[in-house]
């Protein structure tokens, strides 16, 4: 096992003490009984004043969410753990995802820490080379395809047209 993924079981594991996201929210979400617990700590980041900035802007109340304390540094955290959470109680092997950044790192590390293969979709030399990076790091396959992202969109239906054993489609 990569150090990579070694630290997403390890963060994973260490969320559990926490009450997690995605039951804290339940009545909100499309939740079942047989929906499975998932968490690499996402949520509750800070909310920080910003005097400076919001006395500038004429607004001395302003606050700033620091969503790039979620695990994979981006908000897309937040519902990627749904999906992967929704895809696992559908019995699916695999995931799959079109992406030009954070969808591709947050898929990866929630697919890594669910035991899910992960495919990810992007238009070359479109994707932020840092979270390219991540998702590799978190055993993400990676298909570049020449495009746009919605060229690597329809690439994704058309594989999950193809069925079901090719993944599960995540659209964030």
Same mark, same amino acid.
């Given at each position: 096992?990569? !150090?990579?993924?070694?630290?997403?079981?390890?963060?994973?594991?260490?969320?559990?003490?926490?009450?997690?996201?995605?039951?804290?929210?339940?009545?909100?979400?499309?939740?079942?009984?047989?929906?499975?617990?998932?968490?690499?700590?996402?949520?509750? %980041?800070?909310?920080?004043?910003a005097r400076n900035l919001g006395?500038?802007?004429?607004?001395?109340?302003?606050?700033?969410?620091?969503?790039?304390?979620?695990?994979?540094?981006?908000?897309? !955290?937040?519902?990627?753990?749904?999906?992967?959470?929704?895809?696992?109680?559908?019995?699916?092997?695999?995931?799959?995802?079109?992406? %030009?950044?954070? %969808?591709?790192?947050?898929?990866?590390?929630?697919?890594?820490?669910?035991?899910?293969?992960?495919?990810?979709?992007?238009?070359?030399?479109?994707?932020?080379?840092?979270?390219?990076?991540?998702?590799?790091?978190?055993?993400?396959?990676?298909?570049?395809?020449?495009?746009?992202? !919605?060229d690597a969109l329809r690439v994704?239906?058309?594989?999950? !047209?193809?069925?079901?054993?090719?993944?599960?489609?995540? %659209?964030?």
């Open positions: 096992m990569s !150090d990579v993924l070694r630290h997403l079981r390890q963060q994973q594991t260490e969320s559990e003490a926490r009450p997690r996201l995605i039951h804290r929210y339940a009545s909100f979400l499309p939740l079942t009984e047989a929906t499975p617990p998932l968490s690499l700590g996402e949520g509750a %980041t800070p909310l920080v004043q006395r500038r802007l004429g607004t001395p109340e302003l606050y700033l969410k620091l969503e790039g304390c979620n695990p994979t540094g981006s908000f897309k !955290d937040r519902g990627m753990v749904v999906a992967v959470a929704k895809a696992l109680e559908s019995g699916a092997r695999a995931i799959v995802c079109a992406s %030009t950044g954070n %969808t591709s790192a947050s898929a990866a590390a929630y697919g890594a820490a669910a035991g899910l293969e992960t495919i990810v979709v992007l238009p070359v030399g479109r994707i932020a080379s840092g979270k390219l990076v991540q998702a590799q790091l978190a055993g993400a396959r990676v298909v570049g395809i020449d495009g746009s992202f !919605d994704v239906r058309d594989l999950v !047209d193809q069925g079901p054993a090719l993944g599960h489609p995540l %659209t964030l």
